[in-house]
């Protein structure tokens, strides 16, 4: 199929397909950045795609297959139960007022909707391991940044640092604002990594992808 690559996104879009019984026709990207992602959605879900950023970096050829818009997740400029889908895919750890976003995305979230909401896992011990675009020094860069923002006890998003949320942390947020929250973190990784199934398995069973895993995955419907 023509349009923007990206592997990941396309994974988890098969994903989102599988595991939806009802029509997505409309979905909300919060935070789509140059809208890679917003494109490959409404390509591979056959959908109207819009995003949403808070700054214009927007892709002109991802622009052709979604609606990319400036706009602010804790304030949403869309009516009530407009969207079936809300995607927001390391997005939530930037905003300041996490909760209020999720507030902001159940309230325009029809009534039946699903939600794909994914961050960097804050437990990690190494992360960026997957970055397409950075180099082993950037890899190596970023992760002393998180360590020494560890030891001076500052591995928080409001702190600064790029530290996202601990599976339990991110759960809760959800809970409080959606009836039904899957952990999906389980079958993101052992699809990405199929071919590891078994040092998936033993990383679960053993509670190591507690921390091993670079990010945590949730699904859920309003």
Same mark, same amino acid.
């Given at each position: 199929?023509?349009?923007?690559?990206?592997?990941?996104?396309?994974?988890?879009?098969?994903i989102i397909?599988?595991?939806?019984?009802?029509?997505?026709?409309?979905?909300?990207?919060?935070g789509?950045?140059?809208?890679?992602?917003?494109?490959?959605?409404?390509?591979?879900?056959?959908?109207?795609?819009?995003?949403?950023d808070?700054?214009?970096?927007?892709?002109? %050829?991802?622009?052709?297959?979604?609606? /990319?818009?400036l706009?602010d997740? !804790?304030?949403? #400029?869309?009516?009530?139960?407009?969207? =079936?889908?809300?995607?927001?895919?390391?997005?939530?750890?930037h905003i300041?007022?996490?909760?209020?976003?999720?507030?902001?995305?159940?309230?325009?979230?029809?009534?039946d909707?699903?939600f794909?909401v994914?961050t960097?896992?804050?437990?990690?011990?190494?992360?960026?391991?997957?970055?397409?675009?950075?180099?082993?020094?950037?890899?190596?860069?970023?992760?002393?940044?998180?360590?020494?923002?560890?030891?001076?006890?500052?591995?928080?998003?409001?702190?600064?640092?790029? %530290?996202?949320?601990?599976?339990?942390? /991110?759960?809760?947020?959800l809970? !409080?604002?959606? #009836?039904?929250?899957?952990?999906?973190? =389980?079958?993101?990784?052992?699809t990405?990594?199929?071919?590891?199934?078994?040092?998936?398995?033993?990383?679960s069973?053993?509670?190591?992808?507690?921390?091993?895993?670079p990010?945590?995955y949730?699904?859920?419907?309003?």
């Amino acid at each position: 199929m023509n349009g923007p690559k990206d592997s990941k996104t396309e994974l988890v879009a098969g994903i989102i397909e599988r595991a939806t019984s009802h029509p997505i026709r409309k979905i909300l990207v919060v935070g789509c950045g140059s809208g890679l992602e917003a494109a490959i959605l409404a390509r591979c879900l056959d959908a109207e795609v819009v995003g949403i950023d808070v700054e214009d970096n927007f892709d002109p %050829a991802s622009a052709r297959s979604a609606d /990319l818009q400036l706009g602010d997740a !804790t304030a949403l #400029s869309f009516e009530n139960n407009t969207f =079936d889908f809300i995607y927001s895919y390391h997005a939530l750890e930037h905003i300041p007022d996490p909760g209020k976003a999720l507030s902001e995305m159940n309230r325009v979230l029809k009534d039946d909707g699903g939600f794909w909401v994914g961050t960097p896992n804050r437990l990690r011990l190494l992360g960026y391991l997957g970055s397409k675009d950075a180099s082993l020094w950037d890899k190596i860069h970023w992760n002393y940044i998180d360590w020494k923002a560890r030891l001076l006890g500052r591995f928080r998003n409001e702190m600064g640092a790029h %530290a996202g949320f601990a599976r339990g942390e /991110l759960y809760a947020m959800l809970r !409080t604002e959606f #009836s039904h929250v899957d952990d999906v973190t =389980d079958i993101y990784f052992s699809t990405l990594y199929s071919g590891h199934q078994k040092l998936l398995r033993i990383l679960s069973a053993t509670g190591l992808s507690v921390v091993t895993y670079p990010s945590v995955y949730f699904m859920g419907k309003k």
